[in-house]
């Protein structure tokens, strides 16, 4: 059953300061969405703004602020254990008056706290409340008592927000449901978004099979893995209080996940099926989710999407910006045009990169268990891909421009790369890559010599491609946004 006790909520800062990232570099929508797009001015840097300070607050700062009379009070909901080392809440210190009736009296009943027993005890699985400064020696008046008294006699219908989600997520640690739950989520992901099969490694030959599942479910990587995001989701609940940290944090990480081949739509699909992996696996239980627990829970998620959104999309302006230098643009372009005289022209190597490249590609969608098209469609959907790639890598050496880079090439582009689109969100951009990279290296090694066609020139010719990648991605999720898709 749930028990409530009484937390402070900050003062001085409206309700929804909490739900917006205040540290974003862009503070609208728009902006982001121009970041993401490469187009924005904005510098390519993460700057952190900071905010007023975010430490937990007593009424007595309420005080030093003049802001007694709006301190406000929220309750948290906390379920029961019948742990003992969870038996007891110590509420913060309180001044209280010095009398016989105020020691010893309990709070009045409310809508929000059970009634007391009439024998006096507390139900078997309530939470015992205690105030360590009822048992201290009182310090000297300073005139708030009242204003403390009067603060502790309102109950307010809305919670801190996302207090409750943190009580939640410290009561499923004792009930040892943490790691189950993300190890759910993940299964989820793994069976209804195939395509992420990709992106984990010990993911990438799962088929879905139940033999596959099991052998998942006790291997050491995907438990090392679990327990690393259980790590990370712990370190963010630790940062609740302190939003301008809060913030820093889950947009640098939204920045290192852009390396990891992820992308804005990827974060969408972890918070859908977060929280109904934490549904299916507390259902019946004393942890069973209720309305305002899922909408607090929600809440939380929607931060964290963001910041991480937004976290990337800045990684990604800073990789178009920076990702090549001028000697290395010289090469690039000096090797292009060699490639296309020697194919005479750009649709023939395209062929000739498909006819390389569709095998790996083939294998890889077969290895994950995702086999969406028959032969004739997969090869038509990966000729339109590579025709679509080719044309954005070809803008892109001759956008290049020194000091702002590839950034002009997401205007460009301009929704003329449906089909590499297309076959990035359902099958994988990883394989896509791996198969293309892989008869782009063939060709330039045929038609350049393994002379010129060195390892440097190869990691060279992965960052055009990414470039191309990451705008026809910006571009299509920037079309969704419109309703063109």
């Known amino acids: ?53 975010s430490s937990p607050p007593s009424v007595q700062s309420a005080t030093n602020n003049g802001h007694q009379k709006n301190a406000k009070m929220a309750f948290v909901r906390l379920r029961s254990f019948t742990d003992s080392s969870f038996s007891s809440v110590t509420l913060p210190p309180l001044d209280v008056p010095d009398s016989d009736d105020a020691a010893g009296a309990s709070a009045p009943p409310g809508p929000n706290r059970p009634n007391p027993s009439p024998t006096g005890d507390d139900d078997d699985d309530a939470i015992e409340l205690s105030i360590d400064s009822l048992s201290d020696t009182p310090r000297q008046s300073d005139g708030t008592e009242t204003e403390v008294e009067e603060v502790l006699g309102h109950e307010f219908l ?61 291997s050491a990587s995907f438990r090392h893995f679990c327990d690393a995001y259980q790590a990370v989701l712990t370190m963010v609940m630790d940062n609740l209080d302190d939003e301008p940290s809060l913030c820093q944090l889950l947009q640098e990480l939204g920045a290192n996940h852009f390396y990891y081949d992820a992308s804005e739509a990827h974060f ?99 290895r994950i268990g995702r086999e969406l098209w028959t032969k004739d469609e997969l090869e038509q959907r990966f000729a339109v891909a590579v025709n679509d790639l080719l044309w954005a890598m070809a803008q892109a050496l001759s ?74 991605i910006a571009d299509g999720m920037d079309n969704e946004r419109r309703g063109n898709i």
């Open 1 to 53: 059953m749930y028990h409530q006790y009484q937390m402070q909520q900050k003062v001085g800062r409206s309700p929804t300061d909490r739900d917006t990232p205040s540290t974003m570099l862009a503070t609208d929508l728009d902006n982001a969405n121009n970041i993401a797009r490469g187009i924005s001015s904005t510098p390519s840097m993460l700057n952190y703004v900071p905010t007023p300070s």
């Open 158 to 218: 809305r919670f801190v927000p996302m207090q409750a989600a943190r009580a939640h997520w410290m009561q499923l640690h004792k009930q040892g449901m943490q790691v189950p739950v993300l190890q759910r989520m993940f299964l989820r992901l793994l069976h209804r978004h195939a395509p992420l099969r990709a992106l984990w490694p010990f993911a990438r030959c799962f088929d879905g099979s139940k033999q596959q599942l099991d052998e998942l479910l006790t």
């Open 268 to 366: 969408k699909m972890m918070r859908e099926e977060f929280v109904l992996a934490l549904g299916e696996c507390v259902v019946g239980t004393r942890e069973a989710l209720d309305d305002e627990l899922e909408e607090d829970w929600a809440r939380l998620w929607a931060k964290m999407d963001s910041n991480l959104a937004f976290g990337l999309a800045v990684q990604r302006h800073n990789y178009l910006a920076h990702c090549v230098i001028g000697k290395e643009m010289e090469t690039l372009r000096a090797q292009w045009q060699t490639l296309l005289e020697a194919k005479c022209r750009m649709d023939a190597l395209g062929t000739a990169i498909r006819e390389r490249g569709i095998q790996t590609f083939s294998e890889g969608m077969r």
């Open 399 to 472: 956008l290049w421009e020194p000091g702002t880079g590839f950034l002009r090439i997401c205007a460009e582009i301009d929704s003329r790369c449906g089909g590499a689109v297309d076959v990035i969100r359902t099958s994988s951009a990883t394989l896509l890559r791996n198969a293309f990279i892989e008869g782009l290296i063939a060709e330039l090694v045929a038609v350049l010599g393994e002379n010129e066609a060195t390892a440097t020139a190869m990691h060279s010719w992965t960052k055009v491609y990414r470039v191309a990648e990451q705008a026809i």
